[in-house]
């Protein structure tokens, strides 16, 4: 069975969040099962510059009037799954993220940079693709792949089946109407039952309309999005959709993820040698500036700095939280005013607080290796995939009953705790108070040394490696083929 990949992050390739480690670790654990992918991602110059053995495949021309185009084939690296990149200068050799600038503004251009990834998509399917290779289905991710299924249908394209993953409903490429034909897709197609949303055109949406079927990276986020609070007012759509909507967790790739081998480290550990732990966590008090201080219960936060992560309830709930004797440390990047927050709040309390306002791979396994606990108060999480990886670091979650937290956090409670099932602290309500009492809780179970060694011991024994989840798309795929 082939399957062709296409989203607009991949780890090692590129990566701004969760997606990226599931377009890396999701195609190399379908290959251990037997399916055939391979990856289609844009051009970016890191890209371009991480992709093993690359040869040019194809000259595309310039199928959308936005620049000429060549497709370039190479192997991911780690994994060897074979990557096609679209080398288009013109719309993706440029320095800054994929989605933004330098300063945070979305590229003027984002329309043609993603329309272009999904032409190509769409044009493999194709009869008359410059390429032998043709998927069997085509699994798109995200907005930023939404269109491929729209091009298939506007082609009459049938002989391939197609699945859309929503990774985060939030982002939903909305472009002016106007955009349509200069991404050349018909009129017809900009209706209520179309690519429409409320007089603009969304990528996501088309997405959602036109595949064939539809997952989400959680059970619960797949229930959430069928309603108005969680819904981004495509909730109506989605539920008419449920028949073909699913929801398959994520997994986290135990090769990256490994406090035994992580590299990143100041000492690697073994789970069964959790005591261990507390080198990291001297290392990392010294390296962030924070007094060594081995008792004081020390939470980390590796995330975008935004409101939909709750990372205002963290500042809110601050004061009780460093009343309670614990120390922050803070990694992420996003809206300015929180970024200013914390700053601000490590600037003035540095013997409770840090915060490193930018992207770390290695600082990211650094955190989940010497903290005590990780905390992501999300409002709304599709999956998150740094509670896994906490997990199996030793370093217990406090979360927010949401999505992927509420399928993948159990909340110490007496029966969790004797049934060996604790894994975290959760809370119900997304407001600082209700955050303020899980944190009690939290740094309450901490202060038992016995309590919170089980609760270690049972966070390290949760098993989210990507297998199951695999299997899981295999027989999505599978539901796909001509019988
Ligand atoms: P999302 O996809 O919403 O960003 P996830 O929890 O699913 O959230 O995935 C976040 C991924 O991005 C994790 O691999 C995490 O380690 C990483 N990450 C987030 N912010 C940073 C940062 N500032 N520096 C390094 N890694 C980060």
Not at 25 to 53: N, Q, S, T
């Amino acid at each position: 069975m082939r399957v062709l990949f296409v989203t607009p992050e991949a780890y090692p390739l590129i990566k701004t969040g969760g997606l990226a480690d599931v377009g890396g670790a999701l195609p190399a654990a379908l290959a251990e099962i037997g399916v055939e992918p391979r990856l289609l991602v844009p051009g970016y110059p890191e890209a371009m510059a991480r992709a093993e053995d690359p040869a040019e495949a194809a000259n595309l021309g310039d199928p959308l009037g936005a620049g000429e185009a060549r497709l370039i084939e190479a192997r991911m690296p780690g994994s060897g799954v074979p990557v096609w990149l679209i080398d288009c200068p013109r719309l993706y050799d440029r320095p800054g993220g994929p989605y933004q600038d330098q300063d945070g503004n979305d590229w003027p251009d984002n329309a043609w940079r993603f329309a272009l990834l999904n032409w190509v998509a769409a044009g493999l399917c194709r009869g008359d693709s410059p390429l032998s290779w043709r998927p069997d289905v085509l699994h798109a991710n995200d907005w930023q792949a939404g269109l491929a299924a729209a091009y298939l249908r506007d082609w009459k394209q049938t002989g391939v089946g197609t699945v859309f993953t929503i990774h985060n409903l939030a982002y939903q490429g909305l472009f002016p109407a106007e955009t349509l034909p200069t991404v050349r897709l018909p009129w017809s197609m900009f209706g209520i039952d179309g690519l429409e949303y409320y007089g603009q055109m969304s990528f996501l949406k088309a997405g959602i309309f036109y595949s064939d079927r539809i997952t989400t990276v959680s059970p619960t986020y797949a229930r959430e999005i069928q309603t108005s609070a969680q819904g981004c007012g495509l909730e109506g759509l989605l539920a008419k959709r449920a028949p073909d909507l699913k929801g398959v967790l994520n997994g986290a790739d135990y090769g990256v993820w490994n406090p035994a081998t992580d590299e990143h480290l100041h000492q690697p550990y073994r789970t069964a040698d959790l005591a261990a732990k507390a080198a990291n966590k001297q290392a990392l008090q010294q390296e962030l500036g924070l007094p060594a201080d081995p008792a004081a219960p020390l939470l980390v936060i590796i995330s975008r700095l935004n409101h939909h992560k709750g990372m205002d309830l963290v500042l809110a709930a601050l004061p009780a939280l460093l009343g309670m004797g614990a120390q922050l440390a803070v990694l992420g990047t996003g809206e300015r005013g929180l970024e200013e927050g914390f700053s601000a709040v490590a600037r003035r309390r540095p013997d409770k607080v840090a915060a490193v306002i930018g992207y770390s791979e290695p600082l990211a396994h650094r955190l989940q290796a010497g903290g005590d606990m990780l905390l992501m108060p999300s409002r709304s999480e599709p999956c998150g995939l740094t509670q896994i990886y906490a997990m199996r670091y030793g370093t217990v979650p406090v979360v927010h009953a949401t999505g992927g937290l509420a399928d993948t956090v159990n909340d110490c409670a007496y029966d969790t705790l004797m049934s060996g099932t604790a894994t975290g602290f959760v809370f119900h309500h997304a407001n600082a108070d209700a955050l303020h009492t899980c944190l009690e809780r939290a740094i309450a179970a901490y202060r038992k040394p016995e309590q919170w060694g089980r609760i270690r011991a049972n966070c390290v024994r949760q098993d989210f490696g990507w297998r199951r989840s695999a299997e899981r798309y295999r027989a999505l795929y599978e539901t796909l083929l001509p019988t």
